[in-house]
């Protein structure tokens, strides 16, 4: 079982460039999250999406899309890609059936740089 | 606004016991969660708080009181693996985790 899986491990994009991060997880939850993680700042959520068909937007959402067309894929796009967005991308997901502790389990991460 | 606040950095010797502390001030309470990440690594899920007191797992025990908005960490018997970033995560009324900045703990020999 490999858990959650996040392609590319690293990546360097000119800027106004076109990407897309993909993750893939095989534990059949139902939330599935995007984070960006900053020195000095704590993670940060993009997107999440709670079932499949559903995405709803985070904390810092600006030039960022997802889409969930299943349960186990949830790739995130950067249309037109800046410096600021130079950072470590996480996936993560979740069971999400409802109350209790509702464990977050995160990716290797991906790593990009915009120059 | 919400705040998780965490030190930096923390220094230990291997062998003892370091209590790495975490206040926040978020719009709810849906329970607290410690995570370890190893540099260049993912977070994992160490320990899970939604009622006060300790939980202990272990080497490492978690202690919350919701009055005072205020969580610990509690590493026993430290060793070289556990040098990393510690996250203290609270899960707010719109079920989202708001994470602090790490403290990132250095353990010397």
């Known amino acids: 079982i490999a858990g959650i899986t996040q392609a590319p491990t690293s990546q360097i994009l000119a800027a106004g460039r076109r990407m897309t991060l993909r993750c893939t997880q095989d534990?059949?939850?139902?939330?599935m999250y995007w984070y960006r993680q900053d020195l000095g700042l704590g993670l940060r959520l993009i997107h999440y999406?709670?079932?499949?068909?559903?995405?709803g937007k985070g904390e810092v959402p600006d030039g960022y899309s997802v889409s969930r067309a299943n349960t186990d894929d949830f790739p995130l796009t950067l249309a037109s890609a800046v410096p600021s967005q130079t950072s470590v991308y996480f996936c993560?997901?979740?069971?999400?059936?409802?109350?209790?502790?509702?464990?977050?389990?995160f990716g290797p991460g991906t790593r990009l740089t915009v120059l | 606004g919400q705040n998780i606040d965490q030190p930096t950095e923390m220094t230990a010797t291997e062998g003892a016991i370091v209590q790495i502390n975490c206040t926040y001030q978020?719009?709810?309470?849906?329970?607290l969660f410690w995570y370890q990440q190893h540099a260049g690594e993912a977070p994992t899920f160490l320990s899970y708080?939604?009622l006060d007191g300790l939980e202990e797992k272990g080497r490492f025990s978690s202690f919350l009181s919701r009055s005072k908005g205020y969580s610990y960490l509690l590493l026993k018997e430290l060793q070289m693996k556990d040098s990393a970033s510690y996250l203290c995560?609270?899960?707010?009324?719109?079920?989202?985790?708001?994470w602090g900045a790490g403290t990132k703990l250095i353990i010397k020999p």
């Open positions: 708080n939604v």
């Open positions: 534990m059949r939850h139902n939330a």
């Open positions: 978020t719009s709810g309470f849906n329970g």
């Open positions: 993560a997901s979740s069971e999400a059936v409802g109350g209790g502790e509702d464990t977050q389990y």
């Open positions: 995560a609270v899960r707010d009324s719109n079920y989202q985790l708001i």
């Open positions: 999406s709670n079932t499949a068909g559903t995405t």
